[in-house]
C-alpha cells in the first residue's frame, strides 16, 4: 500500500496544545462497524457502551522525564537527549541506553555530555537511522537523576515548552511502571470514577505494560508501506491478564483494548504463543511474561485478540492511523477524521477519544 493512502488534511488549529480541562471531559466519537453509525458524545458517556462481561486493557507504562539537556564536555555546545529504551530491554535503572540527540551531528563516539552535576552521558556507538547508544554517569542512580534533571517528552506537535501541570496530566491515572518515553494517550481520559463506573457494570479491568518507544511514534519514511520495519519495543503481560483474556477468548466475551499500544501488546501476545511471525496465524490465546515486539498492523491484518478499542485521532502517515484503518476500513476512517475536523474536534496527544465497536 502507498504511504500516501493515510495522508489527510489536518488544520493546525485542530491539534491539540493542552489537555481537557477535566479529563472525561474529551469528545468521544462512537464508531459501530457493523452498522457504520456514527456518535459523537463525551468520554464520561463510555461506560454505557460497555457490558457486563467485557474485559477492558489498558496499558500502564508511566512517562518517564526522558528529555536531557546538556554540553558537550570540551565545546559547551549544547546537547539535547532524548531517551528511547535501555540497551537491555526494560530495566529503567541500567546505565545504557538508545537515545536520539539534537543536533546529532554535533556528536561522535567517544563524546560526554554533561547533563548535571555527577550526572553525564558518554556516546558510545551511532546508529545509520540517526539513534545512539550511551552510557550514563551517574551519582545518584539514573531513576533519580531523571527526576531531578529531566522534563516530560511532549510531541513536537505540542508547540510550548512542558510545564508543571505535565507532569499529571501528560499520565494516564492508573501509570504505575516506568519507562514510557511517549503517553499511551488512550488512557489520558480515564478518571477513578469512570473506572469505578466501569466496574460497576460488571466490566473486567486488566492491565499490560507496553513501553512506548520508538517502534510507536518513528515516522514511516518507505513510500511503500510493507517495507516499514518497526523498531523493538518491550512489553509484559501478567498472569492475572492473561488468564482474564483467555477466558473471555475461549467464552465470547469481548476485549477492548485502550489505546493501540494494548492492542499491539495482545497481539503480539497471542502470536507468540501460537509461535507464528506477524504474518502467520495464531490461536487468539495469549500467555504471561516480558517479550519483545516489533508488530507492524496495517490492512490487511487479522485480529485474534482485539475486539473493540477506545484510541485518540493519530497523524497523517503514523503507523498508528494504519492500525486503526486495518481494524475497521481505510476510507471509512479518513471519513470519520474528516468529520471530525468538521465537527471540532481536538486531535493527537492531549486530544479527543475515539471508540471503535
Do not use: N
Given at each position: 500500500m502507498n504511504l500516501s493512502d493515510f495522508d489527510y488534511e489536518l488544520p493546525e488549529a485542530s491539534i491539540a496544545q493542552k489537555p481537557c480541562e477535566q479529563r472525561d471531559g474529551s469528545r468521544l466519537m462512537v464508531i459501530d462497524r457493523a452498522s457504520g453509525r456514527v456518535e459523537h458524545r463525551h468520554f464520561y458517556d463510555l461506560p454505557s457502551y460497555l457490558r457486563a462481561g467485557d474485559v477492558l486493557v489498558f496499558n500502564d507504562s508511566r512517562v518517564i522525564p526522558a528529555r536531557l539537556f546538556g554540553e558537550k564536555q570540551g565545546t559547551g555546545a549544547k546537547i539535547e537527549l532524548l531517551l528511547i529504551h535501555p540497551l537491555s530491554g526494560h530495566e529503567i535503572s541500567d546505565l545504557e541506553w538508545l537515545v536520539l540527540a539534537k543536533p546529532a551531528r554535533r556528536?561522535?563516539?567517544g563524546d560526554r555530555v554533561a547533563i548535571a552535576p555527577g550526572f553525564s552521558a558518554v556516546i558510545t556507538a551511532k546508529h545509520d537511522d540517526g539513534s545512539l547508544d550511551a552510557?550514563?554517569?551517574?551519582?545518584?542512580?539514573?531513576l533519580a537523576d531523571l527526576h531531578s534533571n529531566g522534563t516530560m517528552p511532549l510531541p513536537p506537535y505540542i508547540k510550548r515548552t512542558?510545564?508543571?501541570?505535565?507532569?499529571?496530566?501528560y499520565q494516564t491515572v492508573y501509570a504505575s511502571d516506568p519507562g514510557s518515553?511517549?503517553?499511551?494517550?488512550?488512557g489520558l481520559h480515564f478518571t477513578p470514577d469512570i473506572l469505578q463506573q466501569c466496574s460497576a457494570r460488571g466490566v473486567q479491568l486488566a492491565k499490560l505494560t507496553l513501553h512506548v518507544g520508538l517502534g510507536t511514534f518513528r515516522a514511516v519514511q518507505e513510500s511503500q508501506i510493507e517495507q516499514h520495519q518497526?523498531?523493538?519495543?518491550?512489553?509484559?503481560?501478567?498472569?492475572?491478564t492473561a488468564v482474564a483474556i483467555n477466558a473471555a477468548k475461549q467464552e465470547g466475551r469481548r476485549v477492548i483494548c485502550v489505546g493501540t499500544t494494548s492492542v499491539r501488546s495482545l497481539e503480539s501476545a497471542a502470536q507468540a504463543a501460537s509461535g507464528t511471525g506477524s504474518k502467520g496465524r495464531?490461536?487468539?490465546i495469549v500467555r504471561p511474561g516480558w517479550q519483545k515486539t516489533d508488530i507492524f498492523i496495517y490492512p490487511g491484518y487479522q485480529f485474534k485478540i482485539t475486539d473493540a478499542m477506545i484510541t485518540n485521532f493519530h497523524l497523517p502517515k503514523s503507523t498508528l492511523l494504519m492500525l486503526v484503518s486495518a481494524f475497521y476500513d481505510r476510507e471509512k476512517i479518513l471519513s470519520a477524521y474528516s468529520q471530525a475536523v468538521t465537527e471540532g474536534?481536538?486531535?493527537f496527544s492531549y486530544g479527543d477519544a475515539m471508540l471503535i465497536l
Open positions: 556528536l561522535k563516539v552510557v550514563f554517569e551517574t551519582e545518584l542512580g539514573m512542558a510545564e508543571a501541570a505535565d507532569s499529571e496530566r518515553v511517549a503517553a499511551p494517550t488512550a518497526m523498531h523493538e519495543e518491550w512489553y509484559r503481560v501478567g498472569q492475572g495464531a490461536t487468539g474536534y481536538r486531535f
